[in-house]
C-alpha cells in the first residue's frame, strides 16, 4: 500500500531532524467495523451454509481436539468448498467483499479523524490506520474501505495454479496478532522483514506511547495489554443489538485492558468518536512536546 506523508513530516536520515510525528490507528476488523465476522457476509452464503451451524462444526472439532480455532475454521472452509464444487478463487474473494456490511459511520470515519488530528496538530502529525485480524486477507483485499489502510495484516490461504486454496499460508490468531504491533512499533512492516533483533526505543518510528488499538471482544486483549502495557491506549466497541458485547466491554475495564468502551456507531458526534479523540488529543500532545524538546536540545548543539 502507498504511504502517505503530511506536508510537514520530517526527512529521516542525518539524526538532526524529528521523524516520530506518526500516530497508529489499528483496528480489528470482524465486530469492530463490521457487526458479523465477513465470512458471514461472503463465503458462507456463497456457499448456502448455516453460519451458526458452520460455526458450531468449528467450535465442536476445536473442543475435541485442541486445535488452534482459526486454523480450524481456514481448514474446514477449504473442505466446504471443495465439498461445493465451488470455485472461490482470490478475485472471487474479493469480489464477494463488496457483500460486507459495516457499523453505521465506518465509510466517513477515517476521512474525518485524518482531519481531525491535521487540524489539531496544525499538521505536524501523521495518522496512519492498520487492520490485523484473524479473518480472510483475500476478502479484506476486496473491502470498500481499503484504501484508508497503510497495512492490511491478515490470515491467508495458498491457491495452486488452478486458484484453488489449498491450505494456510499465514495464520493470524489472538496471540500472534501482537507481533504486528511490533512490525509498526519498529517500522518492520514487511511480513518478510525480522522484528527479532534490538532496537532502541528512540529508533523505533511510532512508540506504542502513540499507538490506540481498537477492538470489540476477548480475543483482542493481547493486542489491547501490549499497546497499554507499552504505553498506548485502547477501546473497546461492543455491538448495541447484544447484550453480551456491552459485558465483555465492561469485563475488560474490570481487567484494565481499556480506556474507553463505546457503542461502534462511528458516525460524527457520537460517544465512540468523542472518547477517540480524547486519546487522540492526549497522543497528539505527546508527538508535539517531543517535536519541541527535539527542536530545543537541537539548538544547544
Not at 42 to 62: D, H, I, K, M, R
Not at 64 to 91: C, F, Q, W
Not at 254 to 272: C, K, Q, S, T
Request: aromatic share 10%; net charge positive; glycine share 6%.
Amino acid at each position: 500500500m502507498k504511504r502517505r506523508r503530511t506536508a510537514r513530516q520530517d526527512k529521516a536520515g542525518d539524526g538532526t531532524r524529528f521523524t516520530r510525528n506518526v500516530l497508529a490507528m489499528v483496528y480489528d476488523f470482524d465486530g469492530t467495523l463490521t457487526p458479523l465476522p465477513m465470512q458471514e457476509y461472503t463465503v458462507l452464503p456463497q456457499l448456502g451454509l448455516s453460519a451458526a451451524s458452520f460455526w458450531e462444526e468449528v467450535n465442536a472439532e476445536v473442543r475435541a481436539t485442541g486445535g488452534d480455532p482459526i486454523l480450524t475454521y481456514m481448514r474446514l472452509l477449504v473442505e466446504k468448498i471443495e465439498a461445493n464444487k465451488a470455485h472461490l478463487s482470490r478475485d472471487a474473494l474479493r469480489r464477494l467483499a463488496r457483500d460486507i456490511r459495516y457499523y453505521p459511520g465506518v465509510q466517513g470515519w477515517f476521512e474525518r479523524v485524518n482531519r481531525y488530528v491535521a487540524e489539531r496538530s496544525g499538521g505536524a502529525v501523521e495518522v496512519r490506520h492498520y487492520i490485523i485480524s484473524a479473518g480472510l486477507r483475500e476478502i479484506l483485499e476486496g473491502i470498500s474501505i481499503k484504501h484508508h489502510f497503510e497495512r492490511i495484516y491478515a490470515s491467508q490461504y495458498h491457491f495452486n495454479h488452478h486458484e484453488v486454496a489449498c491450505f494456510p499460508t499465514i495464520v493470524i490468531n489472538d496471540t500472534s496478532k501482537t507481533q504486528y504491533l511490533f512490525r509498526i512499533n519498529k517500522g518492520r512492516e514487511d511480513a518478510l522483514q525480522s522484528i527479532n533483533e534490538y532496537m532502541p526505543e528512540e529508533a523505533r518510528p511510532i512508540p506504542f506511547s502513540h499507538m490506540l488499538y481498537i477492538g470489540d471482544g476477548l480475543t483482542d486483549v493481547p493486542c489491547m495489554t501490549v499497546a497499554k502495557k507499552y504505553g498506548g491506549f485502547a477501546v473497546a466497541v461492543h455491538n448495541p443489538a447484544h447484550e453480551g458485547s456491552l459485558e465483555t466491554c465492561r469485563e475488560l475495564v474490570r481487567a484494565e485492558r481499556i480506556d474507553y468502551f463505546a457503542a461502534a456507531d462511528y458516525r460524527p458526534g457520537r460517544v465512540l468518536e468523542k472518547r477517540v479523540r480524547t486519546l487522540l488529543d492526549l497522543i497528539i500532545a505527546r508527538i508535539l512536546f517531543a517535536r519541541e524538546r527535539h527542536a530545543f536540545l537541537q539548538s544547544l548543539s
